[in-house]
């Protein structure tokens, strides 16, 4: 475990909703490889149903909605961390191939494969000797 | 922070340990305000009920046998491992910011738990832990007489 911040980051620059929930930045991962841009962000309490991922031109947006997190019958007599919906977004260069990306969602983790365009993966070219 | 005027101090001779103990309690308690350290992961809330009470924490992206829940007692102790996806030679990442690595907590809790009857359920990325205290534990109402 790394030394950094453990609390989630509450996400200011959102548009107020009409409910009066906090929204918190998603924490992502994300890597590359030589076919497709992988991006994995922890979101606790959402499912395939609660989460959203929208691309409108180039900005892709993911969010997700929380139930308040209240166990039913008993109260809250201790607290760390506090339970709202997430959104994030993230802009996208050209070389994604917009039609291909695909999502799926396991244990309030959401993982996006954002595979690249034919034209911009690297091609190895065969060198023959003469 | 605070230093002893050890002038003064000569005046409470009597309790001069025990005020010092106090003294570095309260520094240690504000030195560290505001600050996490990997010792508080995962964080928790806690929920009461008269006979049980009800753990939960994020643990976004794990495997149920990844994670360990034991209780000793009044001890509840939370541990497990957190897996990166396995990377590839010559793929990098370009951002990291999730918890990975492995973890472990302890929870002195308030009375003796009923460890048989303890459930754990795991679901979108939450844990959930349900706590019964033993029955010689509870509370007895004791009827009053007229």
New interface residues.
Partial sequence: ???????KTQNTAVTEKIRNVKTFVP????????EA??L?A??????EKTVDVELEKNILTISGHVEN?K?K?????????EVGDYEREFTLSDEIDRDKIKAMV????LRLELPKAEKVKPKKIEINAV | MFNSNIWRMKRYADNVMGMLDLQREINRLFSNTGQNTTSDYPAINIWEKDDSIVVTTELPGMDAEQINVSVTGAMLTIAGTSKADPMKEGETYLRQEREIGSFQRNFQLPFQVDSKAVEARYEKGVLHITLPRIKEDLPKKIKINL
């Fill in positions: 475990m790394s030394e950094k911040d453990l609390q924490r992502v991962d994300i890597y590359e490889t030589r841009i992988f994995i922890d979101m606790p309490g959402v499912d997190g166990v019958d008993y109260n809250l007599v201790f607290s760390e961390y396991r244990q309030g983790v």
